[in-house]
Each structure stands twice: as structure tokens, then as C-alpha cells.
T-cell receptor, first 111, second 112 residues
Framework: TQLLEQSPQFLSIQEGENLTVYCNSSSVFSSLQWYRQEPGEGPVLLVTVVTGGEVKKLKRLTFQFGDARKDSSLHITAAQPGDTGLYLCAGDTGANSKLTFGKGITLSVRP | GAGVSQSPSNKVTEKGKDVELRCDPISGHTALYWYRQSLGQGLEFLIY????????KSGLPSDRFSAERTGGSVSTLTIQRTQQEDSAVYLC??????????FGPGTRLTVL
């Protein structure tokens, strides 16, 4: 079983603060994806990282894929209340594109 | 709408009853996935369809769970003799194989 562990599980910060969260595994993935999910909705894809060491930026969000393609980090600069949500990472083994998800990180940004 | 739709959005049922959950994927998407999201858990893969065939059913937790897809479009997930541990949000996603999976809003199932 390929497991993805996300940390921290819960994070509550003040608007304007920076934060970094992590997604770690002992397995290698062909790609890794980050999703954000809001209550009552399905996950929405934020980014896909494919190459070891890859860094992608999406406005104030910076995603990095580890050199060995086993882990990833998400850094948010100057967090906003609109960033509040559940952040999920998911690894793609390449087999039928079946995704293995972590348990997620619940982020709360206080105004 | 152009997105994935699921129905019903909420379902409350009594233990032992059968339930059917429906997924309407994005038109033209050949691949369809069912996942289950329990409280405190990540999304758990259930089954994958390519067209009307299900080459990977490895995530179905028991023989009470089954799914079918017709016309390469709509899919139905059936849970027979529901148990309390079946309570969860059931999510459907569709994609053109190998590309981004687009998720529906899910069906919240509560088994009393």
C-alpha cells in the first residue's frame, strides 16, 4: 500500500502570515497533485508536478516536488481568508491514473 | 453545466437498505472514478471505468458494493444492505485518460 502522509493535519494562522505544509511518502510517484476542497464540494486541482525538483508557482502558492519524486511541499505567502480549505495531495502511480490521496491539511486563515 | 454532477447530494437511509448513487461525467470523458471520503480520512479509491468496462475494482470494500457504467457516460454505484460504516461522502471524477480528474460535488450518505 502506498501511503501519503500530510502534515500538519490542522493549521490556523492569521491573515498575512506565511506557511508551508508537507506531503511525504516512501513511494515514488510518476506525478503528484495538490487539490483544494471546500465544504460540500469536490476537490479542485491546483497543480500537477511531474519532474523531480520541479517548482511551480500559482499566484501566492509555491509547490515543490522532491528530487526523488517521493514528497512535495506547498508554501503560501501572505495567506488570505480565501485560502481557507482542505488541501489534499495525491500521487499518481501511472497505473490507470488511479490516485492515492493523503488525509489532507485543514487550513484556517483568520481575518 | 459542463461539470461532473452527482445525485442525490444527500442520502439518509436505514441500516440494511440498498442505495444507488449516480454520477454524470463531463461529456466526452472516457474514464470515470469513484472515491469515498470518510471523516478524518483521505479520498479512498473504489473503482475505475474506461468506457463501460471496469478494469480496476480493487478498491471496492466488500461484495455489497457494485458499480456499472452505461453508454460510456452515466455511472451508478450501488451499495446493498447498507451498514453504518458505509456513511461517507462518495465522490465521482471523470477525465480523458491520463489527464486532470474533474470531481463532482459528491453524495453524502448517512446510514442510521
Amino acid at each position: 500500500t502506498q501511503l501519503l502522509e500530510q502534515s500538519p493535519q490542522f493549521l490556523s494562522i492569521q491573515e498575512g502570515e506565511n506557511l508551508t505544509v508537507y506531503c511525504n511518502s516512501s513511494s515514488v510517484f510518476s506525478s503528484l497533485q495538490w487539490y483544494r476542497q471546500e465544504p460540500g464540494e469536490g476537490p479542485v486541482l491546483l497543480v500537477t508536478v511531474v519532474t523531480g525538483g520541479e517548482v511551480k508557482k500559482l499566484k501566492r502558492l509555491t509547490f515543490q516536488f522532491g528530487d526523488a519524486r517521493k514528497d512535495s511541499s506547498l508554501h503560501i505567502t501572505a495567506a488570505q481568508p480565501g485560502d481557507t480549505g482542505l488541501y489534499l495531495c495525491a500521487g499518481d502511480t501511472g497505473a490507470n491514473s488511479k490516485l492515492t490521496f493523503g488525509k489532507g491539511i485543514t487550513l484556517s486563515v483568520r481575518p | 453545466g459542463a461539470g461532473v454532477s452527482q445525485s442525490p447530494s444527500n442520502k439518509v437511509t436505514e441500516k440494511g437498505k440498498d442505495v444507488e448513487l449516480r454520477c454524470d461525467p463531463i461529456s466526452g470523458h472516457t474514464a470515470l472514478y469513484w472515491y469515498r471520503q470518510s471523516l478524518g480520512q483521505g479520498l479512498e479509491f473504489l473503482i475505475y471505468f474506461q468506457g463501460n468496462s471496469a478494469p480496476d475494482k480493487s478498491g471496492l470494500p466488500s461484495d455489497r458494493f457494485s458499480a456499472e457504467r452505461t453508454g460510456g457516460s452515466v455511472s451508478t454505484l450501488t451499495i446493498q444492505r447498507t451498514q453504518q460504516e458505509d456513511s461517507a461522502v462518495y465522490l465521482c471524477a471523470s477525465t480523458i485518460a491520463g489527464n486532470t480528474q474533474y470531481f463532482g460535488p459528491g453524495t453524502r450518505l448517512t446510514v442510521l
